[in-house]
């Protein structure tokens, strides 16, 4: 008899505890579910503000030092786009080489790739299979008096103006007048009649070099040059 009271006794003291701890623990319950943790950030957007001449400024003299100096007399002589079409804006800007600095330009351990667009032999897109460019090929000597376009690869939503931006190309034979920048759409309807029309990856920069418009655009590996006034057969 006592077994059965103790029994009882107990049961009813788990039914009290029951009724009393169940709707605390449901409403933490409650609480919990209702608490969602924020998003995690969306990619964030490539800054495609337009740039001013101080920033540019500053990101030429971080890559290249005093080896080379602006161009800034020309009406237009920066520009930015994604010329190598892996969604970070890139920047190009006119320059020249500084006094003296010739040696520093050319140096074969220089952080900067040197190329000649006119003299870059496109890739043809009917080949799938494409030869590496040769490691014996004569390398591109900057001269005194050569007015280049350095270029400089974006590095993730940041772009040019990411500290990581660090790939960039002093181009020769490559900064003539008319400058401006054409996406890719355009630049494919441009060039679609051609005989051999260009394999574009990003934007181009359309302009005239020696009385002759063309495009100057990325290959994929460097930077060559189409010329309009053949672009038709």
Not at 121 to 145: C, T
Request: charged residues 20%; hydrophobic residues 35%; aromatic residues 6%.
């Amino acid at each position: 008899m006592p077994n059965r009271k103790i029994s009882k006794f107990l049961l009813l003291l788990f039914i009290i505890c029951i009724t009393i701890i169940w709707p605390s623990a449901c409403s933490r319950s409650k609480q919990q579910q209702a608490f969602v943790p924020p998003p995690a950030p969306a990619n964030e957007a490539p800054d495609l503000r337009p740039p001013q001449p101080a920033e540019v400024q500053e990101v030429i003299k971080r890559i290249y030092g005093q080896v080379v100096t602006i161009e800034s007399g020309r009406d237009q002589y920066f520009m930015t786009g994604d010329l190598n079409g892996d969604g970070a804006p890139d920047l190009a800007v006119v320059v020249r080489p500084a006094a003296d600095k010739l040696a520093e330009i050319n140096h074969e351990l220089a952080n900067w790739i040197r190329g000649n667009p006119r003299k870059v032999e496109p890739p043809d897109p009917k080949v799938h299979v494409r030869r590496l460019p040769s490691s014996s090929a004569e390398p591109v000597i900057i001269e005194q008096n050569d007015i280049l376009f350095a270029v400089i690869h974006g590095h993730g939503p940041k772009g040019w103006r990411s500290s990581q931006a660090r790939q960039s190309y002093l181009l020769k034979d490559a900064a003539g007048t008319g400058l401006k920048l054409q996406s890719l759409d355009e630049a494919i309807k441009m060039t679609r009649s051609s005989s051999r029309p260009p394999l574009l990856h990003g934007d181009v920069v359309r302009q005239t070099l020696d009385n002759e418009q063309g495009l100057l655009y990325y290959t994929g590996a460097n930077y060559a040059w189409h010329r309009l006034s053949l672009a038709r057969s």
